[in-house]
């Protein structure tokens, strides 16, 4: 925190929800002086796009089926539905919700080491929501952030950070 003091830090961008969470509400209580702006990509590839400073191809994704994931952290600490979401659709994926979305979206288990003590494996996470992708007829699980694309990463065939869809459907400005 020191660091980012010192080196006057006023706009902090993160990958990583469990990030965002721990510099915007808990780095705060420690220094009442450190009130950095504190983003998840999303919210701030969604800014870029809405500004019209960031073009993204609205076929890059045409004729494919996705479904995203709601990290905890995102979603249930920091309240981030939309963002990820009008990205998606801005980059032309059809895309539809899994069972136990938003708020009441099941934790991928990485946060609390659920992979390691789970041994049965018809119930472990990322066998759950691979049926619950296979029930949504979606070809692409999409999600943000690094534990749940490493937890979920055999559930489904293709598994990608929101951040790669975004990547592939990238205008170039020239």
């Known amino acids: 925190m020191e660091a980012l003091r010192q080196a006057d830090v006023r706009h902090i961008v993160a990958p990583c929800p469990h990030c965002v969470h721990t510099l915007s509400r808990e780095y705060p209580q420690l220094d009442e002086g450190f009130r950095p702006r504190v983003q998840h990509h999303s919210q701030f590839l969604r800014e870029l796009v809405d500004d019209r400073r960031l073009r993204l191809d609205p076929a890059a994704g045409a004729a494919r089926r996705a479904t995203y994931h709601d990290p905890c952290f995102l979603g249930r600490y920091e309240g981030v539905f939309d963002a990820p979401r009008q990205l998606i659709h801005a980059t032309g994926f059809d895309l539809v919700e899994i069972e136990r979305h938003r708020d009441r979206a099941v934790c991928c288990g990485g946060g609390n080491a ?20 296979a029930e949504t007829g979606a070809e692409v699980l999409v999600t943000s952030c690094p534990e749940c694309m490493m937890m979920l990463s055999p559930a489904t065939r293709e598994n990608l950070d929101l951040v790669e869809v975004v990547a592939a459907a990238v205008v170039d400005p020239t």
């Open 114 to 133: 659920g992979f390691v003590r789970e041994q049965q494996v018809a119930t472990r996470i990322d066998q759950v929501r691979a049926r619950q992708v």
